[in-house]
């Protein structure tokens, strides 16, 4: 496997961090499926769905995203299994 370099932008992280900045970083139709995830959610599970969408979030509004992933979609980036990148996480099978 090969990889490119690249440039991580310097200082921390640009992530919503509460329930009303995520529901602003998203598109109105991510927003309403945050909403119903949010309202149907166990409490125990709010944590975990709260992280999750605001990484949904951060890439929302990233104006590479489309052009990214029709790359994938047309088979011009590679696509690699979490368990080639993570070995950890490789399926046991």
């Known amino acids: 496997?090969?990889?490119?370099p690249y440039e991580h932008p310097?200082?921390?992280?640009?992530r919503p961090r509460t329930v009303g900045a995520i529901k602003a970083a998203l598109?109105?139709?991510l927003a309403k499926q945050f909403q119903a995830a949010i309202e149907a959610a166990d409490p125990a599970d709010l944590f975990?769905?709260?992280a999750t969408w605001a990484a949904v979030a951060q890439t929302a509004g990233d104006p590479e995203l489309d052009t990214a992933?029709?790359?994938?979609?047309a088979?011009?980036?590679p696509v690699f299994e979490l368990?080639?990148?993570f070995p950890a996480l490789a399926d046991p099978r």
């Open 48 to 50: 975990t769905l709260v």
């Open 27 to 29: 598109p109105d139709t």
């Open 83 to 85: 368990g080639e990148v």
């Open 10 to 14: 310097r200082g921390p992280i640009d």
């Open 69 to 73: 992933a029709a790359a994938v979609r």
């Open 75 to 77: 088979g011009v980036e």
């Open 1 to 4: 496997m090969t990889a490119q």
